[in-house]
Every structure is written in C-alpha cells, then in structure tokens.
C-alpha cells in the first residue's frame, strides 16, 4: 500500500504545472487530472519539491497539435512539458530506478486518440517508445502514465499524459525527441494501421 500511494504521488508531482487533460479523460487518469494546473509562461523555472521528487519545469508547449490517422486509429499530440528532475530519498529513487540526487530529465506529452470504427482495436501510445537528439531511447512510464491504450472497445475516445524518464540525458539539451508506437491491431492481432512515428521539436 505505501508503495502505491508513493506512485501516485509522483505521477502527481510529474504534472503538476502541465496542461489539465480533457474532459474525455479515462478514470485511471483522475489522479494526475485532479492535480494539475493550468501551464503559463510563467512556470517554466518553476520548481516543484514533494515526496521525494524535486522538479524544475525548463520548457513546455501547449499548441504542438501533432497528429494524424492509422487505420481506424485516430490519435493527435497537443502539448508537452520537459523538467529537470531529481530523486532526492532512498524510496523515490528506488522506485523510479534513478540514482539519488542525480538530475535525470523527465518528458510528458498529451495525448488525444480515438477509435473511429465500431471494432474493438487495440492500440498503446502508453507503450510507446521515446528516442531523442541525445541519442537516448526510453520506454514509457506504464505506471506513471495516463492509461491512454489498450483495448479501444467500439468507436470511444481515450485522453491523457504519457511519461517518458530519461536518466542520461539533461533537459537542457533536448532539441527534439520522437515517440515511435506499435501499430495498432484488430483482437485477431491482426494489425489494421502503419507504425506511428511522432516527431516533436524543442525549442528551449
């Protein structure tokens, strides 16, 4: 139990400051969405400090509107946050697999997708794959993130935060990262789209 209130609260402390999710939002995003404030210009150098996380806000972008459609997959990109982010008990970094007190970079992005067929079509931008200009690849945070995959049951929508940690790289010197998803299949594992690749500039 005190293992998963500590990941709730640092799904929480990652999105804090970021753009609040839609109203379409999953309830499994309801912790992260009930958290999260309006992102201003203002915030970014804003540093946030709780429950073993400390997070300094270095850039964020609330009208990328990147997107696109595979298959019957319809999916879009609207914002993202990067932050310098630092685990500062033995219990945070142990649950994030980061060292103590050294800076890793954390990236959120929000994602839109929708089913626009009445077939249950299973799709997974919260599994998705993060590479960077600094020549970093990570996963993304499954626990962290919004759960804004999986089985797309009929024509539904799903909204929410993906979260990428990338322990060796500064926030500082990403120029651009890209998400690469799996693309999306039919419950015969068919797969019914093209692999989605999403490029997103950085502009610190």
């Known amino acids: 139990m005190k293992k998963k209130i500590l990941t709730l ?14 109203s379409t939002a999953s309830d499994d995003s309801s912790v992260l969405s009930s958290e999260a404030e309006k992102q201003t210009d203002s915030d970014v150098g804003k540093v946030t ?9 270095v850039y964020t972008n609330k009208d990328i509107n990147l997107g696109g459609e595979t298959g019957p997959i319809k999916y879009s990109t609207s914002e993202i946050q990067i932050s310098k982010l630092i685990a500062t008990t033995d219990d945070a970094a142990s649950l994030l697999d980061l060292e103590k007190d ?15 067929s009445d077939d249950t ?5 919260d599994q998705s794959v993060m590479t960077t ?8 945070s499954v626990f962290l993130s919004d759960s804004v995959g999986g089985d797309f049951i009929g024509n539904v929508k799903k909204s929410g935060n993906v979260i990428f940690i990338l322990k060796n790289s500064s926030a500082d010197d990403l120029a651009n990262v890209t998400i690469h998803i799996n693309a999306p299949h039919n419950d015969s594992f068919d797969s019914v789209g093209d692999p989605v690749e999403i490029n997103i500039p950085v502009k610190n």
């Open 9 to 22: 609260c640092l799904a929480t402390i990652m999105c804090v400051s970021f753009a609040a999710c839609g």
């Open 49 to 57: 400090e709780q429950n073993g996380m400390r997070k300094e806000v």
């Open 102 to 116: 050294k800076e890793a970079a954390v990236v959120v992005v929000h994602f839109d997708v929708e089913n626009t």
């Open 121 to 125: 079509i299973s799709f997974y931008p």
């Open 133 to 140: 200009n600094t020549k970093e690849q990570v996963s993304a």
